[in-house]
């Protein structure tokens, strides 16, 4: 089965530092995604990564960064967290190919205070 | 853009009741489509997938028929257990990129 980990499970910034997520998947796939999940809003990408040092923006990168040195590893940073980023974030990953699945992580509940 | 519409939950249902989650979608070209299920504190799991037009995906008592003539990918089961209470996500595979409905969440009683 495929294992996909994000390191922390419930997480408590506060505003304007510099936050890290990390985001570990155990089955050598190439793609890799970070979303946040909001009630009412379903699950919007944030940024996604095709290969190692590749990255491409979602539809929110505004923000965060993300960094994929090594394949099976894909860390999401916000520069400077705000109150409005409190949210679920979800790290997912895939073997490229269009009739394959996503597989997620547990998520990541960070509160910036 | 490609978009995918769901139903506002909550469904509430009593045991053994059928179910019915709608859900349709606008993409160009042919995408593949999912359901995806999210239990109270853990990340999403696949559900089901259909990857071309009249495919029906099932899975755990689940069923859904991909329709491209109303461009709808309906969420089915017979008979619903309380251990199926979640929330459940539509998803299309656009290019590179899945997009997902906003999810929704349904409440079995006994």
């Known amino acids: 089965d495929v294992k996909v980990t994000q390191s922390s499970r419930y997480l408590v910034k506060r505003t304007g530092e510099k936050v890290f997520l990390e985001c570990v998947q155990d089955?050598?796939?190439?793609?890799m995604f970070w979303y946040r999940q909001d009630p009412g809003l379903g699950l919007r990408l944030i940024y996604f990564?095709?290969?190692?040092?590749?990255?491409e923006k979602g539809d929110i990168p505004e923000g965060y960064s993300v960094s994929r040195e090594k394949k099976e590893r894909f860390s999401l940073i916000l520069e400077s967290a705000s109150t409005n980023q409190t949210s679920m974030y979800l790290c997912?990953?895939?073997?490229?190919?269009?009739?394959?699945?996503?597989?997620f992580g547990n998520g990541t509940r960070l509160t910036v205070t | 853009g490609d978009s995918v519409t769901q139903m506002e939950g909550p469904v509430t249902l009593s045991e053994e009741a059928f179910l019915t989650i709608n859900c349709t979608y606008t993409?160009?070209?042919?995408?593949?489509l999912f359901w995806y299920v999210q239990y109270p504190g853990e990340g999403l799991q696949l559900l089901l997938k259909a990857t071309k037009a009249d495919d029906k995906g099932s899975n755990k008592g689940f069923e859904a028929t991909y329709r491209k003539e109303t461009t709808s990918f309906h969420l089915e089961k017979g008979s619903v257990q309380v251990s199926d209470s979640a929330v459940y996500f539509c998803?299309?595979?656009?290019?590179?990129?899945?997009?997902f409905g906003t999810g929704t969440r349904l409440l079995v009683s006994p």
């Open positions: 089955m050598d796939h190439e793609n």
């Open positions: 997912a990953s895939r073997l490229t190919g269009a009739r394959e699945a996503l597989h």
């Open positions: 998803a299309l595979r656009s290019f590179q990129k899945l997009v």
């Open positions: 990564s095709y290969d190692v040092k590749m990255k």
């Open positions: 993409a160009t070209g042919y995408p593949s």
